[in-house]
């Protein structure tokens, strides 16, 4: 029966009073106890027909209080049917205060008691955060005929030795200091609220609050404290090594992690342990969230998913063989060509240093051979942080023969963003150049280190130099991984939001590699890879490539005298440089000479891509390479390329509602998920002409998945062998598809809904204005037009357009435009210095025009 009583008088927000009840029963030791609870099924009239029950379980030193949103998305209408359960501990919450100290096997007997006393006999899907995690592991261990799934939330089983003991429990756990601010002062729970993302509120704090006001009700968080085992000879050591070292039992049970990884508590080697005490589990970590995480992310959301799939889940039926296919591995191309003593790679930042077939394969065998003698085995990650050229071609492929995952988050995520990367993808091992290994043993990056080029042995890094002559000679490598091995997690730009890896198995990146010639590149084709991961797909094609001296992580600094340079080392007819590089090139076209104009005119073969390239500068480009057909494919980093378009087929598409990037390539399908008039795209896609929606793409290349991601995999693929791009646009008559922005930045105006790329080439349309971005400033179905443009010639500071220039934006915009500003110079993404960050204008836009500074942008 109901009991409200425990509860305060004021019920803090988002917990409904009808959930309260309190449960009386015989604990293990033979004493009555009363524990506190929140309970679905008390607040439900019918009470019958649940699939199962989540049994969550709080740490310390919250209560289940934290527990509110599961509760409530579990009592709407369109829920999974599953009753939600959420226990106070005994002495925490509104639970009894006992007066004795429990130990985590007393803990986990007590949530026995309680599930025997609710009568669950299952299914029940346990969540658990911080200590509760351990003890609903506990529970689960003993409940195997009950178990239908585990779900942790930022908790640990284990302290791993590489990696001290949170700070926050050492400090509290200091002699004299524990009992002061555990329980003479509420200084432990308070700090524990501050970790929240974004600051809780002060309603809710109070909430948090309620049960541990006085010295007398906080006596368990200081006990809770206490019973951390950080050593064997602490009195909870063996049963949490007794959890520890079962969870392999629970191989067969369904699980998932979900994490906040700015949680200074539980960091990513506890995360790193959870995984591979529980390799089947799946995973996603919400960028920004951190130990508070059901406050700071959508824990209900992400739960209410996953069990909505164990409803779903039925026994697989009979697999239908497939068809054997035959798979030309990655590397096939360099096997090939292992006596070819011809130029394979050029590194022009080198002094134009030529590394031939034969010698390249033979170092990729050697140092495959090392790093197998040095304990890189099938399935270890290893990222790589070295720049384009001969010893990241060679590393990567010999990782990619030995059966090891490479890891590729490059310089253009910047610092913050390949901090991120690194953690999320927890590589074994780490290949870097000297700045690289610095930086990572600055930021403790995790992975034994292996050094590449100079500097690296001076940091007490093994080399690639050393990893090739302990591989040389007839030392045997490691079988071939299988094709649908895991071979890469590829990171994302982060141009819109942060980076996400996506996963290629084998087989994925060999049908990239084949899509890639589908744009004419081949064995036969000198390449000029002036976009990074570009050059590395030049060997798997058999064709050589030149890597022109340029920074990596700034691609507007190549100039047409680098390009030409290159494109002369390897006599190259195929060039593919990103819009921001290809830009500079016409810009510095006049400081070729004859010679260097000569090379250019072999070019046959122009791509360009990874942001909209407008026709003029496909058209200034080709000026400068007159024999090339300039292509500019679409693809993304999830499936590369999807669509190609010549400069002249964009010629012949004229003008449309986006930026028309050409037909399908051949084995790829492209849909699209039709937009209501709330901008929620359709569940099915469809290919009727005309309908603007979100671009789903289908093919052999498309990722496997995202890493440790995987909330955004399942939306991203709820569609069983289509990826959902988070692109907008139209196919058109013809079949084109016409690309016209992200998902994330369409406007639901009074009008309708609109897709900012039209408006913003309207705009663009005007000399006055060198680049447009288009944003919607109000709430969600009323927003205004607002353009921020980037002016000719360019403004020295933000500020309001003049009357002139605003009239004139108005005049060729298709929609009602509230306000025009102009800046500098729009905020781009690092790895293009082309993609326009939308949603940092739109907030800055918001800012500005509600009466704030200009700066700040």
């Given at each position: 029966m109901?009991?409200?009583?425990?509860?305060p008088?004021?019920?803090?927000p988002?917990?409904?009073?009808a959930?309260?009840?309190?449960?009386?029963a015989?604990?293990?030791?033979?004493?009555?106890?009363?524990w506190h609870?929140?309970?679905?099924?008390?607040?439900?009239?019918?009470?019958?027909?649940?699939?199962?029950?989540?049994?969550c379980?709080?740490?310390?030193?919250?209560?289940?209080?934290?527990?509110?949103?599961?509760?409530?998305?579990?009592?709407?209408?369109?829920?999974p049917?599953?009753r939600?359960?959420?226990?106070?501990?005994?002495?925490?919450?509104?639970?009894e205060?006992?007066g004795?100290?429990r130990?985590?096997?007393q803990?986990?007997?007590?949530l026995?008691?309680?599930?025997?006393?609710?009568?669950l006999?299952?299914p029940?899907?346990?969540i658990?955060h911080?200590?509760?995690g351990?003890?609903?592991l506990?529970?689960?261990?003993?409940?195997?005929d009950q178990?239908?799934?585990v779900?942790?939330?930022?908790?640990a089983?284990?302290?791993?030795?590489?990696?001290?003991a949170?700070?926050?429990?050492?400090?509290?756990?200091?002699?004299?200091i524990l009992?002061?601010?555990?329980?003479?002062?509420?200084?432990?729970?308070?700090?524990t609220?501050?970790?929240a993302?974004?600051?809780?509120?002060?309603?809710?704090?109070?909430?948090?609050?309620?049960?541990?006001?006085?010295?007398?009700r906080r006596?368990?968080?200081?006990?809770?404290?206490?019973?951390?085992?950080?050593?064997?000879?602490?009195p909870?050591?063996?049963?949490?090594?007794?959890?520890?070292?079962?969870?392999?039992?629970?191989a067969?049970?369904?699980?998932l992690l979900?994490?906040?990884?700015?949680?200074?508590?539980?960091?990513?080697?506890?995360?790193?342990d959870?995984?591979?005490?529980?390799?089947?589990?799946?995973v996603?970590?919400?960028?920004?969230?951190?130990?508070?995480?059901?406050?700071?992310?959508?824990v209900?959301?992400?739960?209410?998913?996953?069990?909505?799939?164990?409803?779903?889940?039925?026994?697989?039926?009979?697999?239908i063989?497939?068809?054997?296919?035959?798979?030309?591995p990655?590397?096939?191309?360099?096997?090939?060509?292992?006596?070819?003593?011809?130029?394979?790679?050029?590194?022009?930042?080198q002094?134009?240093?030529?590394v031939?077939w034969?010698?390249?394969?033979?170092?990729?065998?050697?140092?495959?051979?090392?790093?197998?003698?040095?304990?890189?085995?099938?399935?270890?990650?290893?990222?790589?942080?070295?720049?384009?050229g001969?010893?990241l071609?060679?590393?990567?492929?010999?990782?990619?023969?030995?059966?090891?995952?490479?890891?590729?988050a490059?310089?253009?995520?910047?610092l913050?963003?390949?901090?991120r990367?690194?953690?999320?993808?927890?590589?074994?091992h780490l290949?870097?150049?000297?700045?690289g290994?610095?930086?990572?043993?600055?930021?403790?990056?995790?992975?034994?280190?292996?050094?590449?080029?100079?500097?690296?042995?001076?940091?007490?890094?093994?080399?690639?130099?050393?990893?090739a002559?302990?591989?040389?000679?007839?030392?045997?490598?490691?079988?071939?991984?299988?094709?649908?091995d895991?071979?890469?997690?590829?990171?994302t730009?982060?141009?819109?939001?942060?980076?996400?890896?996506?996963?290629y198995?084998?087989?994925?990146?060999?049908?990239?590699?084949?899509?890639l010639?589908?744009l004419?590149?081949?064995?036969?084709?000198?390449?000029?890879?002036?976009?990074?991961?570009?050059?590395?797909?030049?060997?798997?094609l058999?064709?050589?490539?030149?890597?022109?001296?340029?920074?990596v992580?700034?691609?507007?600094?190549?100039t047409?005298?680098?390009?030409?340079?290159?494109?002369?080392?390897?006599?190259?007819?195929?060039?593919?440089?990103?819009p921001?590089?290809?830009r500079?090139?016409?810009?510095?076209?006049?400081?070729?000479?004859?010679?260097?104009?000569?090379?250019?005119?072999g070019?046959?073969?122009?791509?360009?891509?990874?942001?909209?390239?407008?026709?003029?500068?496909l058209?200034?480009?080709?000026?400068?390479?007159?024999?090339?057909?300039p292509?500019?494919?679409?693809g993304?980093?999830?499936?590369?390329?999807?669509?190609?378009?010549t400069?002249?087929?964009?010629?012949d598409?004229?003008?449309?509602?986006?930026?028309?990037?050409?037909?399908?390539?051949?084995?790829?399908?492209?849909?699209?998920?039709?937009?209501?008039?709330?901008?929620?795209?359709?569940?099915?896609?469809?290919d009727?002409?005309?309908?603007?929606?979100?671009?789903?793409?289908r093919?052999?290349h498309?990722?496997?998945?995202?890493?440790a991601?995987?909330?955004?995999?399942?939306?991203s693929?709820?569609?069983?062998?289509?990826?959902?791009?988070?692109?907008v646009?139209?196919?058109?008559?013809?079949?084109?598809?016409?690309?016209?922005?992200?998902?994330?930045?369409?406007l639901?105006?009074?009008d309708?809904?609109?897709t900012p790329?039209?408006?913003?080439?309207?705009v663009e349309?005007?000399?006055q204005?060198?680049?447009?971005?288009?944003?919607?400033?109000?709430?969600?179905?009323?927003?205004?037009?607002?353009?921020?443009a980037?002016?000719?010639?360019?403004?020295?500071?933000?500020?309001?357009?003049?009357r002139?220039?605003?009239?004139?934006?108005?005049?060729v915009?298709?929609p009602?435009?509230?306000?025009?500003?102009?800046?500098?110079?729009l905020?781009?993404?690092?790895r293009?210095n082309?993609?326009?960050?939308?949603?940092?204008?739109?907030?800055?836009?918001?800012?500005?025009?509600a009466?704030?500074?200009?700066?700040?942008?």
């Amino acid at each position: 029966m109901n009991d409200r009583q425990g509860l305060p008088p004021t019920v803090p927000p988002g917990l409904d009073p009808a959930w309260s009840r309190s449960v009386t029963a015989v604990d293990s030791q033979g004493v009555e106890r009363t524990w506190h609870v929140l309970d679905t099924a008390a607040a439900d009239a019918d009470g019958t027909g649940y699939a199962g029950t989540l049994l969550c379980v709080h740490g310390n030193p919250t209560w289940s209080y934290l527990w509110r949103h599961v509760l409530a998305r579990f009592s709407r209408p369109d829920a999974p049917r599953w009753r939600v359960v959420a226990v106070d501990h005994l002495d925490m919450g509104f639970s009894e205060r006992t007066g004795t100290v429990r130990r985590l096997a007393q803990r986990i007997d007590d949530l026995g008691t309680v599930t025997d006393a609710l009568g669950l006999t299952g299914p029940v899907v346990t969540i658990g955060h911080d200590w509760g995690g351990s003890i609903s592991l506990g529970w689960s261990l003993r409940h195997r005929d009950q178990l239908r799934g585990v779900v942790l939330t930022n908790t640990a089983v284990h302290q791993p030795s590489d990696s001290p003991a949170p700070a926050l429990i050492r400090l509290a756990g200091l002699p004299g200091i524990l009992p002061t601010v555990t329980v003479r002062t509420p200084t432990f729970l308070q700090a524990t609220l501050a970790l929240a993302n974004p600051w809780l509120s002060t309603a809710v704090r109070d909430g948090y609050l309620a049960p541990y006001r006085t010295p007398g009700r906080r006596a368990a968080i200081g006990d809770f404290v206490a019973d951390i085992p950080l050593g064997p000879e602490h009195p909870s050591w063996s049963a949490l090594q007794g959890v520890a070292q079962h969870l392999d039992t629970l191989a067969d049970v369904p699980a998932l992690l979900l994490w906040g990884p700015r949680d200074p508590v539980f960091g990513a080697a506890h995360l790193r342990d959870l995984r591979t005490r529980l390799p089947h589990a799946q995973v996603h970590r919400f960028e920004g969230a951190g130990h508070l995480l059901a406050e700071d992310a959508d824990v209900a959301g992400a739960v209410a998913r996953w069990v909505a799939d164990l409803d779903r889940s039925a026994p697989a039926p009979a697999a239908i063989p497939e068809p054997v296919v035959l798979w030309r591995p990655l590397w096939a191309a360099l096997a090939e060509r292992a006596d070819d003593r011809s130029v394979a790679l050029v590194e022009m930042a080198q002094g134009g240093r030529q590394v031939s077939w034969s010698l390249l394969w033979r170092r990729i065998r050697e140092i495959a051979a090392g790093l197998s003698a040095s304990g890189v085995r099938r399935g270890d990650r290893v990222a790589l942080l070295v720049p384009p050229g001969a010893d990241l071609t060679a590393a990567v492929y010999a990782c990619l023969r030995i059966g090891a995952v490479i890891v590729v988050a490059d310089p253009g995520l910047g610092l913050a963003g390949m901090n991120r990367a690194l953690r999320g993808a927890a590589p074994a091992h780490l290949i870097a150049v000297g700045q690289g290994l610095a930086v990572a043993r600055a930021l403790r990056w995790p992975g034994r280190r292996f050094g590449a080029g100079p500097g690296a042995a001076a940091l007490g890094a093994l080399t690639l130099g050393r990893l090739a002559r302990l591989g040389a000679g007839d030392r045997k490598l490691p079988a071939a991984p299988e094709p649908d091995d895991d071979a890469a997690v590829l990171f994302t730009s982060g141009s819109t939001g942060p980076a996400k890896g996506a996963v290629y198995t084998h087989r994925q990146l060999a049908a990239m590699r084949d899509a890639l010639s589908e744009l004419g590149l081949g064995a036969e084709s000198g390449i000029v890879a002036a976009f990074a991961p570009f050059a590395l797909f030049g060997p798997a094609l058999g064709a050589a490539s030149a890597i022109p001296d340029m920074r990596v992580t700034a691609p507007r600094t190549l100039t047409a005298t680098a390009l030409a340079e290159a494109t002369a080392a390897v006599d190259a007819s195929a060039v593919f440089a990103s819009p921001a590089a290809l830009r500079n090139v016409v810009d510095t076209g006049n400081g070729l000479d004859a010679r260097q104009r000569a090379a250019l005119e072999g070019v046959t073969l122009l791509l360009s891509a990874g942001a909209p390239v407008p026709a003029v500068l496909l058209a200034q480009a080709q000026a400068l390479m007159p024999k090339a057909q300039p292509h500019t494919p679409y693809g993304m980093t999830e499936v590369l390329p999807v669509t190609d378009i010549t400069l002249d087929q964009i010629v012949d598409a004229g003008p449309g509602d986006g930026v028309c990037v050409g037909r399908p390539l051949p084995g790829v399908q492209v849909a699209i998920a039709a937009l209501d008039p709330t901008g929620t795209p359709a569940e099915q896609p469809g290919d009727a002409p005309g309908h603007t929606g979100e671009i789903m793409v289908r093919a052999a290349h498309t990722k496997d998945r995202y890493d440790a991601l995987w909330l955004t995999e399942r939306i991203s693929s709820r569609n069983p062998g289509w990826h959902r791009t988070g692109d907008v646009g139209y196919l058109d008559q013809d079949g084109r598809l016409w690309v016209q922005g992200r998902l994330t930045h369409v406007l639901i105006t009074s009008d309708g809904v609109l897709t900012p790329v039209g408006i913003e080439q309207q705009v663009e349309s005007l000399p006055q204005i060198a680049r447009a971005a288009v944003v919607g400033v109000g709430p969600r179905g009323a927003a205004q037009v607002v353009v921020i443009a980037e002016t000719l010639p360019p403004v020295r500071r933000a500020r309001l357009a003049s009357r002139e220039l605003t009239d004139a934006v108005r005049a060729v915009a298709a929609p009602p435009v509230a306000a025009v500003l102009v800046v500098p110079a729009l905020p781009t993404d690092i790895r293009h210095n082309s993609k326009i960050d939308r949603s940092r204008l739109r907030r800055w836009a918001e800012r500005v025009l509600a009466g704030g500074r200009f700066g700040g942008l």
